[in-house]
């Protein structure tokens, strides 16, 4: 039977997440529960640097999509080294809120963080990322209410934090061709079938004509809604990091339409994942005049770290300081929304 993506991806999804039997490290690997962490250290240093800027209190951080909560673990316990390095206490004024729809997600990651715990506050938070509203403008116009915002009425953000959460939430498949924009319908064996495309906006349709043709091109909606609400949570000066695997650049498009279409969908032990349009990201954001920037991840992790690094797959995805010159793409990418109001 053929559906859109989003569909196949709700369902399936939401089916794998949220099931007590689900492992997820057995089924694929990530940047943020590799042994050596390189990403995830980096992106606490990045935090810890801007805390010990900007005095406060209470630091409030959420992550969104937490697996098994190493990508916290990891950056916690990171911030406790650089404390007792510099003789800081930013840890201690560290409220974290680790929020997912999978309730075995929530509860494993809140028992792999129960050490760190003692040394400040970690709280679980049950939301559907693929339920938020977009902009407070789509908000009001909508008037439902909405459970998944329900808990943040009270709360601005210094930091959000996703990995490879975007990537999950359901997106539809468009491709044109001569004949104009069509919508890809797929079947459980992802084999598409084109109908003519009937919602793509101005903005939508503006990009996807601007992208090679005959290529099966994600616009990941709900994502979009999801990080246009989320980076609303921010504070003044508050920053939200995303880290996805995805295409941004001219590059990225460099192999055959044939080849782009058999991989753009992925299946990991019956979960979809689908490449983040980091392009179609940037360019909404930017329509909206709002600061978004978009980076390749390891050109971040290499910024921070101030070393050359290269991929390495022995423990898991990670990075390692690199003997060769030979430059590597991982096509992960690193988009950073900063609130400067
Ligand atoms: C690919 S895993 C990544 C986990 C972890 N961030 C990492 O990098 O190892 C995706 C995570 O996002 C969560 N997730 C997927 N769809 C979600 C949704 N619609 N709302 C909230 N969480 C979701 C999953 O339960 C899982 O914890």
């Known amino acids: 039977m053929f559906k859109p993506l989003s569909k196949w991806m709700q369902e399936k999804n939401s089916a794998y997440y949220k099931s007590p039997n689900t492992l997820i490290y057995d ?49 916690l316990e990171e911030i406790a080294r650089l404390d007792e390095k510099n003789n800081t206490s930013i840890l201690s004024k560290i409220n974290y809120v680790l929020a997912d729809f999978s309730k075995p997600a929530l509860e494993r990651a809140k028992k792999f963080n129960i050490k760190l715990s ?29 459970k998944n915002t329900a808990n943040f009425k009270d709360i601005k953000f210094d930091f959000i934090r996703c990995n490879e959460l975007f990537s999950d939430l359901p997106a539809n498949l468009y491709l044109q061709n001569e004949d104009g924009i069509f919508h890809a319908l797929i079947d459980e064996k992802m084999q598409p079938s084109l109908e003519i495309a009937q919602n793509p906006d101005e903005l939508e349709r503006k990009l996807l004509l601007s992208l090679p043709k005959n290529m099966l091109i994600p616009i990941n909606r709900a994502a979009a809604d999801s990080i246009l609400y989320f980076s609303s949570l921010l504070g003044d000066g508050g920053r ?24 753009i ?27 978004a920037h978009v980076e390749a991840q390891k050109e971040y992790v290499q910024k921070i770290m101030q070393k050359k690094l290269s991929l390495s ?26 609130n400067s109001e």
């Open 265 to 291: 969908v992925r299946d990991f032990g019956g979960q979809w994942t689908v490449d983040l349009n980091f392009l179609y990201l940037a360019t909404l954001f930017s329509s909206l005049g709002k600061s």
């Open 240 to 263: 939200m990091d995303i880290f996805d695997y995805g295409f941004y650049k001219k590059e990225d498009f460099g192999i055959p339409a044939q080849m782009w279409n058999f991989s």
């Open 27 to 75: 089924d694929f690997a990530t940047y943020a529960q590799s042994e050596k962490g390189m990403l995830t250290s980096a992106n606490a240093r990045d935090f810890y640097s801007y805390a010990k800027k900007i005095e406060k209190k209470q630091y409030n951080i959420l992550e969104v999509g937490v697996g098994n909560g190493a990508f916290c673990a990891g950056f």
């Open 118 to 146: 003692i040394f400040c506050e970690i709280k679980t938070m049950l939301l559907d990322a693929s339920k938020m509203p977009g902009t407070p403008e789509k908000q009001g116009a909508k008037k439902e209410k909405n």
């Open 313 to 338: 797959e022995e423990n898991g995805l990670d990075y390692s300081q690199s003997k060769d010159n030979f430059e590597e793409d991982d096509s992960f990418y690193h988009m950073r929304i900063q």
